[in-house]
């Protein structure tokens, strides 16, 4: 049995320890701990809860917009606040355009190295890798010239003596398996996706009026104000702006995306039996249609046990099967006590100690749901609106499957989403999916202001103790936050965000959370490298700062990483 302790995983956000047991060349224990924490809750106490989202917008550097939605719905729900149709397309925009620009980002940019050698992409056929591309899309720049460019420039970086943006990959790792012309192809693109990304982020600035860190966003609404005859405000230049450029993300999507994640999950085909962990799955419904939350674009549940059969719907914004069954434990984490206790009861009483394999070991606490460990994020979404039968995902879940078996040459089922591939395949559905549906809510704004309605803003009163949450399907799953208010001023606030449920640790009980339990019976060829553990964490997209400052309670540096 050997130890295996990776200190920082990189290619995420924030900072995440992962220690693993391997016994026979399998993982055979595993453990993730957040190695950050988080006290912005302990910030708002005191503070109005108007301003609450430009606080938790700074839970973290990637994940702004998603906090301040889920901000803002909060303290709606708390005074039972409707916002009007033009605030909710327009967050709906914001929301979309962001998870676009994240989901593109953790593809090409965080994991896509996992499993493409970009040195082995030296030795492919610039030809050979234009004829492969063009038999999966007709993207223009899948062409000999453009291939040829790409295999050049990576070919300066190595002449040169060094990769630049990549250095410290595990090339030529016995793990690694596309073919040299699938590797330059997957190199090209992950350059394209950095423009890509950028366009998607330019819609949330037209429209946020910056990124990261929006400043549009009110408590009952949006400061956007419209008038089409207006150059500084919002009028159909930018409106049409915004189409644009998630017309072109949409291309992207469906020519580039969609074909790399089916070419790699047919080329690496066994790792859709590795990775599986936790079978129960989590999603809340978002892209509301009415300005209550009582009808989404995209639904939301659970699932037990893996069996689609099991679901259960999650319908509103005040839905009570999800407000009264959310709950976070420490008996594991770095918090003074052991309990487990509803949101609106927590307290964040930090209290750091050594790492105990038996004990306490992350910053990270441990969600429950209904007393289960379940899993986040786009496999959960995408297997509750298969099991809803909502049309875009099982449309896009079924063209995955057909084309990834076609590539493999074999039938491929849904039940291989449960697994480390299965996560990437259902972060593109998702992508395309809600690409699809950014574009419907674009043309519901657009005939809602032709209707002559200009509203975006209603106003907020506070009275008394008003207690709500908000919940929000970010890009790596369910995120809430839990407000409690008392005469007009914030007396608690909790966040309970998608890589706590996944990052968390063992519970009371002993439980794994998913990453853990997802790690346990991986291969690892080469305990020096553990590229295969690092396949599954990525997976997941940890973004670990908002899960959770390197002190200890007195103000003490604990440790200090130096980036290579």
Known sequence: MSRITIDPVTR?????????EVNGGRVANAWSSGQMFRGIERILQGRDPRDAWLFTQRFCGVCTTVHAIA????????????????????????????ALHDHIVHFYHLSALDWVDVVSALKADPAKAATLA?????????????????QDRVKGFVEAGQLGIFTNGYWGHPAMKLPPEVNLLAVAHYLEALEYQRRANQVVAILGSKTPNIQNLAVGGVANAINLDNEATLNMKKLYQVKDLLDGMMAFVEKVYFPDICAVGAM?????????????????????????????????????????????EIKSFEDPYFKDNVAECIARSWYDGDWTKHPWDESTDPKYGEWQDDGKYSWIKAPRFNGEVVQVGPLAQVLVGVALKHEPTVRWAMKTLETAGKIAGAQLSPAILHSTLGRHAARMIRTAVIGEVA?????????????????????????????????????????????????????????????????GPRDDKGR?????????????????????????????????????????????????????
């Open 12 to 20: 995420i956000e924030g900072h995440l320890r992962i220690d693993v």
């Open 512 to 564: 794994m959370g998913p990453y853990e339990a997802s790690l346990v019976g991986n291969p690892v060829a080469n305990p020096e490298l553990p590229l295969e553990v690092l396949r599954t964490v990525h997976s997941f997209d940890p973004c670990i700062a908002c899960a959770i400052h390197t002190l200890d309670p007195e103000g003490q540096e604990i440790a200090r990483v130096k980036a290579l």
């Open 71 to 98: 901000s803002v719905r909060a303290v709606e729900n708390a005074l039972g606040l409707e916002v009007p149709l033009n605030a909710q397309y327009i967050r709906n925009l914001i929301i979309a355009a962001h």
């Open 134 to 150: 063009e038999s999966l899309s007709d993207w223009p720049n899948n062409n000999r010239l453009q291939l040829k460019a790409v």
């Open 268 to 312: 690496y085909a066994d790792w859709f039996n590795y990775g599986k962990g936790v079978p129960n799955y989590l999603a809340v419904p978002d892209l509301p249609l009415d300005g209550k939350g009582t009808q989404f674009d995209l639904p939301g549940g659970t699932i037990m046990n893996g069996d689609l059969s099991t679901i259960r």
């Open 439 to 503: 574009l419907k809510h674009w043309q519901l704004l657009i005939e809602n202001i032709k209707k002559g309605d200009v509203s975006i803003y209603n106003k907020p009163e506070f009275k008394g103790e008003q207690r709500g949450f908000g919940f929000h399907e970010a890009p790596r799953g369910t995120l809430s936050h839990w407000v409690v208010i008392r005469d007009g001023k914030i007396a608690n606030y909790q966040a309970v965000v998608p890589s706590t449920w996944n990052a």
